[in-house]
């Protein structure tokens, strides 16, 4: 007889039904449902096993970079060490031992996290909307509203984004990896843009992209306040859970001891829960599709690993999608992709460098510690000497043990410090300027010494020096406008998010619903960008070719965009108002162009004429304030002197008249 399966329901008098076969599940008429309420146990049981056991083996494979990490921690220089105080301390060998840290690694993930959040988070909102239709009143209209309303919401509603944005972008520079997720939170009721260390995502290190892994994990640490929120609201099921087993990384460990903090709770019962929230293709029972019979489907799984018990069941895919494609729920910002899955940070391009760098620098502070305070050997027979700690202060004498007429030079040998040589700062000074330009920190020089350097040759040497660092740009530009996609498409589904919890709703409602389906958001940076300086320096070869050919320009407008570059734009208030248009038809005469041309020649000689006068005028005025001071000094050098002699001669007819008192 075939094994089959039983199933067993509670009658409610006392008894139970028995039914044998496979259980029947019967599909939720809500895509959106949580089908861990309507599986069988056995079901839910089966999928936390089967995915904590494939989730542990993507944990395994990543273990190497996250003690990469771990070690790159140290190289930042976060902690303040002081120099060894004994042998046993560390690794140093000898007490005093220097625990310099050298700070090229951190100077660059503080410069890159600058740059970014300059470029990418704009004060005025990181949000614009592109428009590819008809440049018309309408729908610049509809644009505006909408990139008015979303930059509102990033930056007034959402207060977590700009912070979370601007840490994400340090772990990126250092690290190399670091990621948004983009979801419908139940309980801030909005839609949100969470930026997550990329330690807390777990993907096998054998995936192509994030786009195509097999299973991408999300590690939420999550108290039980929070709990039973996502349970009162619906999102989580409620079940038993056992108490919660506390679990580090070891990077959570170094991250403690870098910041000098222990997080451990006394009572098991009120530590956090490590929560796995999977998005998978798996085959749920029971859910399987008609249009794609045997293929796993996208699911999003939440499972408390300490219980083993699966919170979560949904589908993630959209309700008119008929070929079930997985929605985008992870943004992936990388540094630089390499060989694997694991794009290489600034802690794989400088790590070895800054390590040899610090060690040679510590070699330099020791050795000037031992040329001040040399070691000896001394010896021990004889004269009954019981210690050997002669550390003598200025001006203070150490008694030593010595025999009659016995030479303590002779008893005391000091060990030779060897000087450091120009060989050993040059190769120094030529890893620091390695790992400086590695890192996107060193000063470039470029049109030093030429001040008629062609501007366009200008911005090509700049563009040379950040060839990298412009390579990131792009990288982290692109990231945000796939971001940005995943933001669009949940306001879309909820677009009252915009104006919820101002209370307030816009009188153009219907317009910025309009445009969001309309329109695409992306990124107000611009991709080709990468810095203030580049940007400055496109202006400036923009403003040369307007002045080249005025005449083929529109000066005014340019005026403007060159006001908006160099990032004063209220110097636009100052431009004088537009000339009146001409009369249809009507043709300037040459006379009176010309004219015109003479007075413009004119009013700009007269105002430069003007300035030298007002220049003239303020070097005068310095130069007569400087003679009065210079009079009024030696008048009271004078005084002085007088004062002086009348204390030797008081009785000098001279002296009395000149300073009015006999002394």
């Not at 039980?224 to 609201?233: E, G, I």
């Not at 306001?491 to 153009?508: I, K, S, Y």
């Not at 960008?529 to 320009?553: C, F, N, T, Y």
């Not at 100052?574 to 015109?596: I, N, T």
Request: proline share 6%; net charge negative; glycine share 6%.
């Amino acid at each position: 007889m075939a094994d089959t399966a039983a199933t067993v329901t509670d009658d409610g008098e006392g008894g139970a039904f028995v039914s044998f076969g496979a259980p029947h599940h019967e599909k939720p008429s809500d895509h959106d449902a949580n089908l861990a309420e309507t599986l069988d146990q056995t079901v839910l049981d089966g999928i936390a096993s089967d995915l904590l056991r494939q989730i542990e083996d993507d944990d395994t494979s990543r273990r190497e970079w996250l003690a990469m990490r771990e070690q790159a921690l140290g190289l930042l220089g976060l902690r303040v060490n002081p120099p060894r105080t004994d042998t046993s301390s560390g690794a140093a060998p000898f007490e005093g031992m220097s625990s310099y840290q050298d700070g090229a690694l951190l100077e660059a993930c503080v410069r890159g996290q600058a740059n970014a959040r300059g470029e990418l988070l704009p004060a005025d909102g990181p949000v614009k909307v592109h428009n590819d239709g008809m440049q018309i009143a309408i729908a610049d209209a509809q644009a505006e509203a909408l990139e008015k309303a979303v930059n509102r919401f990033l930056t007034v509603t959402s207060t977590e984004y700009v912070p979370d944005s601007d840490r994400l972008f340090f772990q990126v520079y250092w690290s190399g990896l670091g990621y948004k997720k983009a979801y419908h939170c139940p309980i801030r009721r909005r839609p949100v843009l969470d930026a997550i260390d990329a330690k807390d995502v777990i993907v096998s290190a054998q995936a192509a992209d994030l786009d195509t892994a097999a299973r991408v994990t999300h590690v939420i640490k999550m108290g039980k306040a929070t709990l039973a929120r996502m349970q009162l609201a619906g999102a989580y099921v409620k079940a038993d859970l056992s108490s919660p087993v506390e679990e580090k990384t070891v990077v959570d460990k170094k991250l403690e001891t870098l910041q000098g903090v222990q997080r451990k709770t006394l009572e098991p019962k009120l530590s956090e829960r490590l929560i796995y929230e999977c998005y998978a293709d798996y085959e749920v029972p029971g859910d399987e599709s008609d249009d794609l019979p045997g293929v796993p489907l996208p699911y999003k799984f939440t499972i408390d690993k300490s219980s083993r018990k699966v919170l979560e069941v949904r589908r993630n895919w959209r309700e008119d999608d008929a070929q079930c494609f997985k929605r985008k729920v992870f943004i992936a910002y990388p540094l630089i992709p390499a060989f694997g899955y694991y794009p290489l940070g600034l802690m794989n391009l400088m790590g070895n460098t800054v390590n040899g760098i610090t060690a040679a620098l510590r070699i330099m502070i020791d050795n000037g510690m031992f040329g001040n305070f040399p070691a000896f050997l001394y010896a021990k027979t004889g004269t009954g000497q019981d210690k050997n700690d002669f550390r003598a202060g200025p001006g203070q004498g150490i008694p030593v043990n010595a025999g009659p007429g016995e030479d303590l030079a002779k008893r005391f040998i000091p060990i030779p410090a060897k000087p450091i040589d120009t060989v050993f700062m040059q190769l120094i000074q030529s890893m620091k300027a390695d790992v400086q330009r590695i890192g996107g920190t060193a000063d470039n020089s470029v049109g030093e010494g030429n001040q008629n350097a062609p501007v366009g040759t200008t911005v090509a040497l700049i563009e040379q020096a950040d060839k990298i660092m412009s390579a990131v740009h792009k990288r982290l530009h692109q990231a945000q406008a796939e971001e940005f996609r995943v933001l669009r498409e949940l306001l879309q589904e909820d677009p009252d998010a915009l104006w919820r919890q101002t209370g307030v709703e816009p009188f153009n409602k219907d317009v910025i619903v309009q445009a969001l389906n309309n329109y695409e958001l992306i990124p107000q940076a611009d991709p080709n960008v990468s810095s203030h300086v580049m940007r400055l320096s496109r202006a400036e070869a923009a403003r040369g070719i307007v002045k080249d050919g005025p005449q083929l320009w529109d000066v005014r407008s340019a005026l403007e965009w060159y006001c908006d570059q160099i990032g004063i734009p209220e110097l636009k208030r100052f431009l004088l108002p537009p000339a009146p248009p001409q009369q249809p038809g009507a043709q300037p005469q040459p006379d009176a162009m010309k004219s015109v041309a003479m007075l413009r020649t004119q009013e700009m000689k007269s105002q430069d004429a003007l300035q030298d006068r007002m220049l003239k005028a303020a070097e005068l005025q310095q130069k007569s304030q400087d003679a009065a001071a210079d009079r009024e000094e030696r008048a009271t050098e004078h005084r002085l002197n007088l004062a002086k002699e009348a204390m030797i001669h008081p009785l000098s007819p001279e002296i009395i008249n000149q300073t009015g008192t006999p002394q």
